[in-house]
């Protein structure tokens, strides 16, 4: 019984954990996306965490993907590896996508 116990308490906590995670990689895209684009209102955040692995999909309306991308790709490396090195102070593989609005 105690085991049974322990046990779903250490989940509770991981389960908790794993929300805060969320909660603050939110935050950061949240505040990279205020100051990229023009329409922040209309941005949209999904994050996933599998595992060892937190996927962020970022879509933003169409005419805002290339202040998103920015020239030759160098926004879109600078947000990958902001949220790498998040992803690393937690174990995890950051895996971010950047796109248009999802239908």
Same mark, same amino acid.
């Given at each position: 019984?105690?085991?049974?116990? @322990? *046990?779903?308490?250490? $989940? !509770?906590? &991981?389960?908790? !954990?794993? *929300?805060?995670?969320?909660?603050?990689?939110?935050?950061? =895209?949240? @505040? /990279? +996306? *205020?100051?990229?684009?023009? &329409?922040?209102?209309?941005?949209? /955040?999904?994050?996933e965490?599998?595992? @060892?692995? !937190? $996927? +962020?999909? +970022?879509?933003?309306?169409? @005419?805002?993907?290339?202040?998103? =991308?920015? &020239?030759?790709? &160098?926004?879109?490396?600078?947000?990958?590896?902001?949220?790498?090195?998040?992803g690393?102070?937690?174990? $995890?593989?950051?895996?971010?996508? +950047?796109?248009?609005?999802?239908?």
């Open positions: 019984m105690i085991e049974f116990v @322990s *046990d779903a308490l250490k $989940l !509770l906590e &991981r389960n908790m !954990l794993d *929300d805060e995670i969320v909660s603050k990689a939110e935050s950061i =895209i949240k @505040s /990279i +996306i *205020d100051a990229l684009v023009d &329409r922040p209102d209309l941005a949209s /955040i999904r994050i965490k599998a595992s @060892s692995i !937190l $996927l +962020i999909r +970022i879509a933003v309306e169409r @005419s805002e993907t290339g202040k998103m =991308i920015g &020239r030759g790709g &160098r926004n879109a490396t600078a947000i990958r590896a902001i949220l790498g090195a998040f690393a102070r937690y174990k $995890l593989k950051s895996i971010v996508e +950047i796109n248009e609005d999802y239908d």
